[in-house]
């Protein structure tokens, strides 16, 4: 059956976004014929949800090329370069532990070329920390939000600018935070009206969102 | 069989908090029985989840004397006035309604002679609001603070005053909110440091909760 | 107590969205005293989850004037008349019962002078309904999709088109389907990359999203 | 108490399926014990759930004559050759990740004398990639479609084909998706009609029922 | 807006099934538009899920020809006999409460030509029943069996018989078993290969996965 | 801190059931001081949930004297024969995986002096299997059933016997019946009157209950 | 199809307990068919479940020889005596609300000719009142806990005696209490040993266990 | 982006609590960068949620001044001695398996300069235990309870004791008690008037509540 794998490569030309690779539950021969193919096409790949040890376990071959952020587990392939513009999206995280999600979006954000201000350690228990930023956040029409726990930051963020606000609740917590489960309700019941959601800790999705809503898609119709 | 019932009138000796009567699931001979009790020794009464039709259910004699609060669906039997001293309870509410709630435990406070300062409509989705009530939270050395949805206000009052915050999960709102358990896990789950927490609705809780902690126990101890 | 209501006008000036009245669990008393405060500033008003009981319970004077839809359960409160410009939002609906959530979605969006093509009966179980509407789809900017049960349509829709997609689970369905946990848990899985979701049934909350994405808050921010 | 194993030879003759063994849970010492008792009675035999850990633990004498598959962590024991016969069983994979299970599947028909055709990769964030197999799909009279995170897969070929379709809901996902549990109810509350499902990831399940659906049972009860 | 109604009359052309009304959930307005959408394209019809106060609440143009059964709450609208030929599907019941579930299969069987035997009141609690019926059940190439509370019926049966066996779970029950998961999860998890289920009282579904099993769909492809 | 451990040896004498030592949870060091308390009174004692890898964590000193039982996770201490008595209790279990916890049970059993008849591998899915041990399972006043999966084998066991009925769910299984909570709602649901449940995998407290029914208390009340 | 209905006379001559008429669910004809066969064979019933509203759409002829219990929604056919001997089972409750499901208990037992102590009103929020009844408590082998909310009285009465204890949980409660799961889970988890347990409000399963326990069935098989 | 690690010292000067660092899910690089932060402000530290490989993975220049207690994976950085005052706080412990959760609240009050009286191993099963404790329980004003399994200690003692008592639900417990939600509903169903609680597992959080109870902050608003 060999590695099983076809890849979507259509997707582009349809949809305006490129097909990630989701590496969890992949094997290292599957993961290694993805990038064959895509090396074949000279198409450049963002993969993600690549542990270390799963980057690890591929071949120096496969390594090549391939810009890789143990930290958020994702890659990419192929000659790509900081975006230049201003940043239309800021990044806003709770606590320290939603890091790793957070670059997972911000690098999603910059393959596809878009800049992002990043706003760290904001979480609602010391109010202060986001109020002293809310001039910032109110100039980008794009706001990710990025918290576990209990999610209060997505309704105090959602009160606070005219822009579109995407919530990614994550699985930083225990008891009954564990999984993530009380964050995502938090962002599905807020208060504060016209904030969206994705699934727990894809920051890969809220990035792709990103991108629909800033008009990407504009330029590939006009096209 | 009766009415079958058997009323705890040792509790207030014991633990300094008098046997409320939680009516849902009670027949109205079973209610009526215990108010003839409790006339028959002189002693005032609480009564929470008195449904108007359960009020209206009732003998005129057995409604002779009772102070009924629709709204809150509870009764005062016995004279009682309201208390005198200065608040040292405020008693928050995120929206309208949850007010049905914060009557409950201001209502138990007051059999218990203790006032509140209610402060209402102060969700985060307008964060202004409560930011605006932040001295005023600050001099009470108790905070009960009521919400349903996604119970974002709990986090926000715990983080900003240093007395005991209790939390008050409501059943307000729908979809994942439905039933409450979203503002409860909230609460929970609270990044602010020392928010404890009550079942859903429960403002008498609240109410006794305040009550232990404002000392009262220590007059029935020397006594 | 009277109706313990304080509405937050201030709202629009801050975010660009006015706060609309969520009439579930609220008193008739208390709705009546938000339309009397908005009539005496003179402020269009949106009200959403009023069932037909509750509109009937307001007086002749308090429905003077308002525009009440009992099939999305909307009331529209002052001068308003239908949005002049073109459709930028479509709103797709899978079944015949979800229609009542399309259209909460498409009453908010006119209440903010945004017209909206309405896309019915498309569901995926015959897949020649959605795929014979897709240039049309593709034309918007922002689509807004509305399903119950298993909310296959979702991604479907996801997959087709670069603009922003916009998931609103509805509670239609039984078994496992019943109260919208399988639509909206399919919505938060999806494969297809950057889609968003709110909560089930909230029409309301998909349309302000909406808005926020199409930008009126630039204009807010260069006032 | 040795082994404690005794096994159910009954159940080919009783209903024209035979008993598989079910690996996760048991010991190395009572997989060796059915191992031996099949041997003993000349009885060809299915494992399913031995992990190459497991397959690793058992003796060189116990694994002659095993064909293991490591990918779908079956082995079967005994003489046994490919199917001959056409494919009556389509196997349709979403994604990658399923093709374990659809491999456990594949098998477990094989095992049974009946050949299945393997389609893979054609999840519905790419919808042209399952409309270009329509022609294909329709010619099969059982439908296997193996799928996890959303499961918009079983909906999209049961309206699309006539013949039985059986889905298997995996474990493949994160988020609400993690276990599988939102596959499953996808599977269970689809629009289309006749859609039947099994566990999740029980690839050997579907394909017993498909095999029940094929009516080898008719043979059985004419000899 | 109208009743907003789409009526999908292809879907028999293409998978042999034609797509019934599914009325809870939609207003009268919407199905007499259906009502009326049928006659004028001759097209017989089955309505599942019409309560008798929906029912009643038809006019009397919209319930003429239509053979409504108040068990079940099925009509079948236009010119219909019952099935002719001799049962392939047997349709098993463990209490009297899942009869009504059983009707709704019976009678979709018999909209689409397909006689049933239906053995009632056969609950493991009393094994004997069930024995005594042992021959008759393995005479059909498929069995439905229903069942709520624990749903023990399901293995039984499947360990019984050689044919396809389809497990309709129940809401019969109360506390654990209250909405008819846990028969549900039963049916999934057991231990009888090859036992496929579907949603929590799906006569409906049973009975199109029967139609789809018993190879209908082969007159369809060569006509 | 020490140890901290506080034993309850006062329970033998008031309630004829000496406490057992569960494990998990516990360190060595704790485990090692609890020892050490009963041999300093000479008092026998029951270990459960003592994992191979906690057992081989203990002194020699520690282990002397301990009869460990690595497939059950149990230990006793101290000098005890095998029960001399006619077995009064059968212990049935479903499949291989449940042996396990059957013999948690009977080992509690025997620490109290009961002998126990052994049933194994007599699930549903070949009824066949326990209709054969009818005859012997009616002879034993209490009888517990083992199982895990869907627990089908519960409700078959109650129907046949006229004893006591003691359904001790398993974790075994997989999809909706990982964790237990599939077998233990089964048992919970059983359609057959008078079967009582335990915990998932809570052999030894099946074995207490067995032993409080078999009116060994009486014994202690008369002496 | 008639009533349907099929009755287990057979149950008695089996397992010592006769089948009993779970109403909920049923018809009216179904009742009163099954009244009738019980007539017919001169048979005492006991019939559970059955509200007020159902009892009342009897006809006089079915009603005759009823004896209606409005507060335990049950009736009893045939001529019975309540039982003469000493009680051998203690009904213990922790709440008035409680006391409906003690009765279906009570006349269970007593309609197998078992008198039972009743024991009201004793939960745990005052402990000096079961601490009260201890010494009556242990002279019987039986005891049944009734309890809802939090379930502690379950734990506490099984740490005080050496008889068979027998949980029932209630659906008494509300928040995280409702429907009755957490009581029910506390009564799994306890960690007082050989605690039992049936399913939520089944008050009729509990007697059945206990008339189990009791051995009646020794009488039943030396017959 | 190095550590991205800010820190809010602010905290101690608005509240009275100073931030705790929570070090799950933090790297060995961000915590480290904490600990610089605080040795450069010369400000105290407590550190929760260490464990043992986390704390071994810190320089020797991080551990040095660190007191770290690996029972309850706490650490505390700073000069610090052991709280002179009388104990206002009972940490009360059902089993031995809590009381690593008993330490960590310890620590905290500690930390904070409160003493506290420790009671442990006084689970209900051997209620005379906790009874012997009652009037010691008395006397201080609050009371922290922590339990795991079915959690029944949390009413017991809150039934004796009149100042304000705190529940700490364990994750002590497997079945249905796995994860500690049993015990946590039981805190908040509990028919015990006035008890609160914090998350699973969460002793820092009780003890934060109980300095807040104990009017520290007091001094804070005098100065």
New interface residues.
């Given amino acids: ?1 060999a590695a ?5 490569f ?2 582009q030309r ?4 490129s ?2 690779v989701f590496c ?3 094997t290292t021969l ?1 993961i290694s014929a993805i990038l064959a193919l895509a090396r074949g096409r000279n198409s450049p790949l963002l993969l993600t949800r690549l542990t270390p040890d799963a980057a690890a376990a591929l071949s120096d071959a496969d390594r090549a090329g391939l810009d890789y952020d143990q ?1 958020s587990h994702t890659a990419i392939l192929g000659p790509w370069q900081p975006p230049a513009g201003a940043a239309q999206v800021a990044v806003v995280t ?4 939603d ?1 790793r999600v957070a ?1 997972e979006a911000i690098r999603t954000l910059a393959f596809h070329d878009q800049a992002a201000t ?1 706003i ?2 904001v ?7 986001i109020l002293a930023r809310e001039d910032e956040l ?2 980008h ?1 794009v706001v990710i939000v990025i918290a576990g ?4 930051l ?3 963020v ?9 919530a990614v609740p994550t ?32 920051g ?3 990035a ?2 990103a ?3 800033l ?4 330029a ?2 006009s096209s």
């Avoid at 726990?149 to 209060?152: D, F, L, N, R, V």
């Avoid at 225990?174 to 969206?196: K, Q």
């Fill in positions: 059956m099983d794998v076809i890849f979507d259509e997707r349809r949809i305006g976004l097909e990630a969890s539950g992949k599957q930290h709770a606590g320290t532990s890091v670059r990043a760290t350690d979480g609602v228990a010391g109010l202060w920390r109110r100039r029409p726990m209990e999610g209060a997505f309704s105090v959602t009160g606070m600018v005219g822009g579109l606000v995407i699985s930083t917590g225990y008891g009954v935070a564990e999984g993530g489960r009380t964050a995502l309700h938090s962002a599905l019941a807020s208060c504060a009206p016209g904030l969206v959601t994705v699934n727990i800790d894809n890969y999705g809220a792709c969102a991108i629909r809503a008009g990407l898609h504009t590939l119709k």
